[in-house]
């Protein structure tokens, strides 16, 4: 195992599950602007139903790995581009939450182990 895939699959989707859990929060606990907490709201309902899909990792499973892959790439970019947007648009705070969240993200895709296999 190498140190850049540490985290095996079902265990990512625990990780996710609570990363979206802490999006949907955050902003409130901030205080971010009302549209910057909806939008963290709708991403972080899509990160929490993609952690979902990671721990039912069955025979058949609910998404297929690679596509799961793809969608945490793309959220991870999307939550960094929401932030510039809210950082062009005047909130310096909504800019740091969306891009670390964004950041963290990738971190947690870059270290998984896209794979079923336990080993």
């Known amino acids: 195992m190498t ?3 540490l ?9 996710e599950l609570l990363v979206g859990a802490g999006i949907m929060a955050a902003p409130f ?6 549209p910057a907490a909806i939008t963290a709201v709708v991403i972080g309902s ?9 721990t039912d ?11 799961h892959a793809a969608y945490d790439a793309g959220i991870a970019l999307g939550l960094t ?12 705070l909504a800019l740091a939450f969306f891009v670390v969240a964004g950041l963290v993200e990738l971190g947690l ?3 998984t182990r896209y794979s079923t296999a336990h080993a």
């Open 3 to 5: 140190i850049s895939r």
């Open 29 to 34: 606990a901030l205080g971010l602007t009302v």
């Open 46 to 54: 899509l990160l929490f139903g993609l952690g979902i899909s990671a």
């Open 81 to 92: 581009l929401v932030g510039i947007v809210f950082g062009v648009a005047g909130s310096s």
């Open 57 to 67: 990792v069955g025979e058949r499973g609910t998404l297929p790995i690679n596509v």
């Open 109 to 111: 895709s870059s270290l």
């Open 7 to 15: 985290i095996s699959y079902p265990t990512h989707g625990a990780i």
